[in-house]
Nanobody, 122 residues
Framework: QVQLVESGGGLVQPGGSLRLSCAAS????????MSWYRQPPRKERELVAR????????DYADSVKGRFTISRDNAKNVVYLQMNSLEPEDTAVYFC???????????????WGQGTQVTVSS
């Protein structure tokens, strides 16, 4: 029943912006930490940003700090990734992920969306 559906990807010029959305269903959204991962061409998947459920604390990869912002709307069961000042190196398939949070500990299986392509090119 768990479903994560990403949207908002596409082609953008360097310096441009995109906002990715991940619509979640089938679980108690507010009790899950939500993350954005990305997998550039010919590279390993990497954690981009994470936002906790209770408290909403965030963490970012060094490569995106100051440019990307993760946020969530627990009333709408949606997590966002606002991406500004995009660079060609940001080109990747971006995945939404969810994992149950018990206090500050992330437990249980992690769930994944299908991914959305972001291409930064002139």
């Amino acid at each position: 029943q768990v479903q994560l559906v990403e949207s908002g990807g596409g082609l953008v010029q360097p310096g441009g912006s995109l906002r990715l959305s991940c619509a979640a269903s089938g679980f108690t959204f507010s009790a899950y930490a939500m993350s954005w991962y990305r997998q550039p061409p010919r590279k390993e998947r990497e954690l981009v940003a994470r936002i906790l459920g209770p408290g909403g604390n965030t963490d970012y990869a060094d490569s995106v700090k100051g440019r990307f912002t993760i946020s969530r709307d627990n009333a709408k069961n949606v997590v966002y990734l606002q991406m500004n000042s995009l660079e060609p190196e940001d080109t990747a398939v971006y995945f939404c992920s969810a994992r149950r949070q018990y206090h500050t500990l992330l437990v249980g299986a992690d769930y994944w969306g299908q991914g959305t392509q972001v291409t930064v090119s002139s």
